[in-house]
C-alpha cells in the first residue's frame, strides 16, 4: 500500500535541495498551511542543510536524499535541486510511496517530465508542479475576465520579454547554473518563459503547434540567449513571443497581451502585479493586487488539499509537461 492509499491527516514534507527558493517563495508556506508541516530537509552541503534547519526551526537534516526519503517521519517530498536531478529524485520518491511537489521548469526534457509522469502513475503517487502563477489573484482575475467574454472572442496572444544581462552572467557565468542546459536545459527562457507558457496554458488551453528560432547573439553561455516563437492553442488562438536575454536597460520589456474581438487585456508576469483592461464599451480598467507574504502559498495550499483528498490542484506533472514541449519545440533547432 503506498503513501497516497494510506489516509494522511498531516502532510510533513520532506526537502531535498534547500537553497534560495526555500528560503521565503515556498518551503515558509509549508509550515504555515493547516495539516502541513517540514519533517526533514536535505541539501550536498551538509553544513548549508543544518544552517537551513537551525534557522527554519526544522528538527532533521540530511545530506543525502535517500535517507530523507526513507525518514519514517516523511510522507511527502518536495524536490526544490535544479532541473537536472529531478528525475532521479521523483522516480526515488514515487517508489516510496511519496506525493511529489517539483520545481520549475518541471525537468531539462520533455521526455524527462515523460518519465517522471510515468514513474508517479506507476507508484500511484500524486506528482504537481511549482507553476504557482496559476493560483495568484491578479492572474485568476484575468482568468475570470477571459470566461466572462470581457473582451469578447480571443484571437491573439502576444508575449515580449528584454532583459539586459544578468548580473550573475557578468560576475561568473561558470558558476550559473541556470545558462548550462546540462544542468537546466536551457537559459533564461527555460527559466523566465516557462512561467508566462504555463500561464498560458492555465489561461486559454493547451497549444498545439509551435514553430521557434533560437539563437546565442552574446555568447557569454552556452544557452540560447534569444528566442522568438509562433504558436497555436489547440481552441484555435493564434500566439507569438519574443524573448532577448541580452538587450539595453532603455528597451526592457515584461508584457503579455491577449488580444480579442471587443478589447484587450495586458499584464506583466515579473515586473509588477497590475493587469489592465480595455473595451470599447466600457473603456479601461486597471487594477493593482497584493502578493502573498510566500509567493507559493495558495498553490501548495492547493497541492497539500490535493494530497489530503480534499480539492484538487491546478499545476500537475501533466499539465507542466506541456509547458517543457512547447520549450524544446521553439528551441529545437539550437539544441
Not at 9 to 25: A, R, S, Y
Not at 200 to 212: R, S
Request: aromatic share 8%.
Amino acid at each position: 500500500m503506498n503513501m497516497v492509499q494510506k489516509k494522511l491527516g498531516t502532510i510533513k514534507w520532506g526537502i531535498i535541495g534547500v537553497g534560495d527558493v526555500c528560503e521565503k517563495k515556498s518551503a515558509p508556506a509549508m509550515q504555515k498551511i493547516p495539516n502541513s508541516t517540514i519533517a526533514a530537509v536535505m541539501r550536498r552541503d551538509g553544513e548549508k542543510a543544518r544552517d537551513y534547519a537551525a534557522r527554519h526551526q526544522i528538527d532533521t537534516w540530511y545530506e543525502d536524499a535517500d535517507q530523507l526519503i526513507q525518514d519514517p517521519n516523511v510522507n511527502a517530498v518536495y524536490i526544490a535541486t535544479p532541473p537536472y536531478a529531478r528525475l532521479n529524485y521523483v522516480q526515488k520518491a514515487a517508489e516510496a510511496g511519496m506525493p511529489i511537489y517539483v520545481e520549475k521548469p518541471m525537468a531539462r526534457t520533455h521526455e524527462e517530465c515523460l518519465q517522471m509522469i510515468e514513474a508517479c502513475k506507476q507508484a500511484q503517487v500524486p506528482l504537481f508542479v511549482a507553476y504557482y502563477r496559476r493560483m495568484l489573484p491578479n492572474f485568476l482575475k484575468v482568468k475570470s475576465w477571459l470566461l466572462e467574454g470581457a473582451i469578447g472572442e480571443i484571437r491573439h496572444v502576444q508575449v515580449t520579454m528584454r532583459q539586459p544581462i544578468h548580473p550573475d552572467v557578468v560576475a561568473n557565468s561558470q558558476d550559473n547554473w541556470r545558462v548550462d542546459p546540462k544542468i537546466s536545459g536551457g537559459g533564461y527562457f527555460y527559466d523566465l518563459a516557462s512561467h508566462q507558457l504555463d500561464l498560458l496554458d492555465f489561461l486559454l488551453g493547451p497549444i498545439g503547434l509551435v514553430k521557434g528560432l533560437a539563437k546565442n547573439q552574446a555568447g557569454l553561455y552556452p544557452a540560447e540567449d534569444i528566442v522568438t516563437g509562433v504558436f497555436t492553442f489547440e481552441n484555435g488562438i493564434i500566439g507569438t513571443g519574443s524573448w532577448c536575454f541580452t538587450s539595453a536597460n532603455t528597451s526592457k520589456v515584461d508584457q503579455t497581451v491577449i488580444i480579442g474581438s471587443e478589447g484587450q487585456i495586458s499584464f506583466p508576469t515579473f515586473e509588477g502585479t497590475y493587469i489592465e483592461l480595455k473595451t470599447d464599451r466600457y473603456g479601461q480598467q486597471k487594477l493593482n493586487f497584493e502578493m502573498p507574504e510566500h509567493i507559493q502559498h495558495p498553490l501548495i495550499e492547493r497541492v497539500v488539499e490535493s494530497i489530503l483528498g480534499r480539492g484538487d490542484c491546478p499545476s500537475t506533472g501533466e499539465s507542466a509537461a506541456r509547458t517543457n514541449w512547447v520549450m524544446e519545440e521553439m528551441t529545437k533547432d539550437y539544441q
